[in-house]
């Protein structure tokens, strides 16, 4: 909640106060013996002037001006004690309070009148109380109005309801903090700090500072400890507190505030644990106030004594201007924009419009009436940027010594290891034995002879051979935070991309010097993402694969050597972000393991790509969300990569949507227009959700197979979101919606699709595989038997002699017939059944085996995905088990 917003510097008790309410200015000035008419009129008279600034003329013109008498009496003294703008409950609206000292030298008490101003402008008493004292310190207007002030260590308050003064029984040595929490039950809290009693047990921390900060609800009179808004530490050098958000928690208060101390500093608290601190550049703050720019970010401005007001970024933490000699801030649109100003007033004489001002809210607004206002908004040159500087300048020399120690660490191991390899040498000499000195490769050293053919021929082998890690193979890595995850991703080359497959990301910490604790081992999800490098297209997971019979051919290339669009690589890891912030010290490589490399022989390789490097500060400010989330219109790389973060970072679930009887154009129609959607211009198919109307952030990616059917996949963190959101869609959905899940993870094809497609590769690979062995076989008999016709030739047929002279040689002739018959006979058996090689038939056996079992993948996936109208009947026949026979 934001402090009452009078003037700032003006002291109580003045003449005159100053006061914004509803971009306009009001002045309440009090004056003695009036002169109205020509008359004079005794007694005090208040007088009420309302202005407001006019853009053209950059002044404050007068809009009304009334007066009313306060006092008739001559021997009271009457004095404006402060002025607020709080809301009348009895009305529900907000209005303008006067607080009224009246004071006679006769009474043992002051008086006091709480005057309000209607929207009529007529004033009007509210509440009038006398105490014996004079209010001055710590005074407060809230919702009421409810006035609440502080005397001697001991906090008071009244209100119409109330009806009478009443004490606050909470003693404290100083008041830091007076104001309402955005609580639904827990309003009014006052905050301070408390000696600590010597009666009662005091933790450690009260024992050193010797003080303890304590708070009060009024409503619940109700004590809680205020270490959960500020460390005791704090509690004797705060000044004044600003609170920026508080919420209840089980374990207490959840708070974050700004505090200004008297060290010449702005502390930025959580929780009750300081975050962030920025010098500031004057000494005796008063109070601090917030300045709402809109998009240019807001700003604390604090007021100090003697006239000087500075204003620090809330983002940043840093000095943005400096003024001084200033008698009045004032924080309200004043120009009528929609966000706040600050306005600054500079040695205005009382009851006159303002003459001498700036308002300004450091970014596009800025009006003065002071021609040398440029040299007043300047930024704080002199404090901050020289200490920025200094810290910069330290942090180099820092860097640039540590890399000397490296070096010379490095220098002192060389030479360590050249005499340790001297003394080697040295030895085997005088004891007589042989010294095999190390290889060239492993001493890291170039021959500067010529060595022989044999050795230049193996140098020519190993310079052509590819590096192991070729320095184009990674062209970007980045990182950013999403919630309470680290997203790390490496961007391949093109060449890369089209040599690999896939391949994964991991961290590796290294220790520290010295004998600290181990770091651990830090766990990562690792994805990989291939994307064309045009925007406009769909990934290949949801371009949908057709069986391989209907596939189209590739287009040739034309005679420029054109192919198809190159498609990036980018692997992605999500790792918890609380254990990298702990080791944010210690240095966190991050490895690309590739499961083979073209380049190169062998097994798996790792590969250094650089350093991931945290600071806690960007992570607490936002600098390493998603920009994408905030403005959907980027279309840079930086776009492309807070999507694919997001895409990481997330679960991913696929759905299948049909409708009998409707068609699904209202879908993406939903997303863009009721559910409050936009398409991300660095890749029009993804659609973002809105973070206003969804509780986190969603990616949408819808795919219209036909005008009855299309298929969702949903990106989030969390079953529990996902579910709010399929609830929400089948509200939506026409009543004959059906909506099927088609598994988690990346989208799939359909698993009918997938099932038919597996069923045709398995029915061609074993077509083709069988062809092709039979036709190896039947090729090598027909060359067998054509060399063995080729090779041999039948005897001669030998008859006997007619006259009976020569034995005839019949018998050998039938053996002879016998065994062709046999030899045609075998032949004929190895056509019909072929002897195949077992290399052949294995590979073939083991091609098919894979195949068969996608195929039951497939088939498994189906049965899982796809709900089945109704079981089948005890009656009816089960389905046969598939043949699994070559």
Known sequence: MDPPAGAVFPQRGQATRLLNHSSDILSFQVTRGLASGGESQRGTVLRVTRMSFHRETKAFPVKIEKTAVINESSSTSVDVVDCASVVDVTVGLTVPCLLLKQRKKKWAHFKYLLVTLSHSNSLSPHLEFKVPYEIKDNLTFLQGPTMLWSNAGVVYYTSKQVGEVKQVPLHLSSVSFIGELPLDRRKIIIFGSQISSKERPVDAQEGVWGQRNRGYFLEEGKEFDGAWVLPHAYSSVVKCVYLISAEEDENGLRSAVVAATGGKQLVWFEDGAPRDVCVLPFEEPQNVLMVDTGRNGCLFAISFSHGNVCTVWKDSFQVASCWQGVCSLLVDDFVGCGTDQALMLFDDPPGVAPTNFIITDLGDITYTSRPESSEGLHGADT?????????????????????????????????????????????????????????????????????????????????????????????????????????????????????????????????????????????????????????????????????????????????????????????????????????????????????????????????????????????????????????????????????????????????????????????????????????????????????????????????????????LVVYCRGLHRLLQFLDSLCRCLPSSHWLHPLGRGRAEQDPAQALASSLEREALALREGVASLLHRATDGEESEGKGRAEGTTDPPTTVSDPTGSAPTDAADELQRRREEWGRERERSGRRLRPLVDVERYRGLTAALSHVQLETDLAALALCEAWPFPAAPSPDSPLPAAPNRHC
């Open 383 to 711: 404090v901050q940027e020289n200490h920025l500087l200094t810290v910069q300048a330290l942090e180099s020399r820092l860097q640039s010594g540590m890399a000397s120690i490296q070096d010379l660490q490095r220098d002192l191991e060389e030479k360590e290891r050249v005499i340790l390899q001297s003394v080697r040498a040295l030895t085997a000499l005088v004891s007589g034995g042989e010294h095999a000195l190390p290889s060239a490769q492993q001493e890291h050293l170039v021959s500067l002879w010529d060595d022989d053919d044999e050795d230049e021929e193996g140098l020519d082998e190993e310079l052509r051979a590819p590096p192991l890690a070729p320095p184009t193979l990674v062209e970007k890595v980045w990182h950013r935070v999403i919630e309470d995850s680290l997203v790390v991703g490496v961007q391949l080359t093109a060449d890369a991309a089209s040599m690999l497959e896939s391949a994964s990301i991991s961290f590796l910490i290294e220790a520290g010097p010295g004998p600290g604790p181990a770091p651990p081992i830090i766990q990562v999800l690792s994805r990989s993402f291939r994307f064309p490098q045009r925007p406009a297209l769909l990934p290949a997971a949801l371009s949908g694969l057709e069986p391989p019979a209907k596939r189209k051919k590739p287009e040739p290339t034309d005679g420029a050597g054109l192919s198809k669009e190159p498609e990036c690589l980018t692997v992605t890891a999500v790792s918890e972000l609380a254990p990298l912030l702990a080791c944010a010290a210690l240095p966190c490589r991050v490895l690309l393991h590739l499961p083979t490399a073209p380049w190169r022989a062998g097994g798996p390789t790792a590969m250094h790509c650089g350093f991931v490097s945290l600071d806690i500060q960007d992570v607490a400010q936002g600098k390493l969300a998603p920009r994408l989330l905030n403005d959907r219109t980027l279309t840079t790389a930086e776009a492309g990569e807070d999507l694919l973060s997001l895409l990481a970072a997330s679960d991913s679930w696929c759905f299948q949507i049909g409708c009998s009887d409707h068609t699904l154009f209202d879908v993406p129609q939903w997303l863009l227009g009721a559910l409050g959607c936009e398409r991300a211009a660095v890749r029009p198919d993804f659609i973002l959700s809105d973070p206003e109307r969804l509780p986190a952030s969603m990616v949408f990616q819808w795919q219209e197979r036909t005008a009855f059917r299309g298929e």
